[in-house]
């Protein structure tokens, strides 16, 4: 199975910036399409990042212009670089990876925005 590994969250005012780290322990990953989804406390999952493997990006439309999605595939790993957090931003945020019909989650990481 594919390990997903997340890094990278924490406590930060808001207009603070974070960055979040997964990393995907496959030699296959240049191959998956990769994500990130927020899940705050009684709201469904959402998608929040993605990018495929030809490096196309796709935004929730709050985080549009806000976050910034990345990957690096000889360290088989994706970043979500955060800037100008609102407190509406606070959830759990997970790694995803998708191959095909199949989905992999990380274990997440917090994300609190607070004064």
């Known amino acids: 199975q594919v390990q997903l590994v997340e890094s990278g969250g924490g406590l930060v005012q808001p207009g603070g910036s974070l960055r979040l780290s997964c990393v995907v322990s496959?030699?296959?990953?240049?191959?998956?399409?990769m994500a990130w989804y927020r899940q705050a406390p009684g709201k469904q999952r959402e998608l929040v990042a993605s990018?495929?493997?030809?490096?196309?990006?796709n935004y929730e439309d709050s985080v549009k212009g806000r976050f910034a999605i990345s990957r690096d595939n000889a360290k088989e790993t994706v970043f979500l670089q955060m800037n100008s957090l609102r407190p509406e931003d606070t959830a759990v945020y997970s790694c995803n990876a998708k191959l095909y019909r199949l989905n992999y989650w990380g274990q997440g990481t917090q994300v609190t925005v607070s004064p």
């Open positions: 496959r030699s296959i990953f240049s191959t998956l399409t």
């Open positions: 990018i495929n493997s030809g490096g196309g990006t």
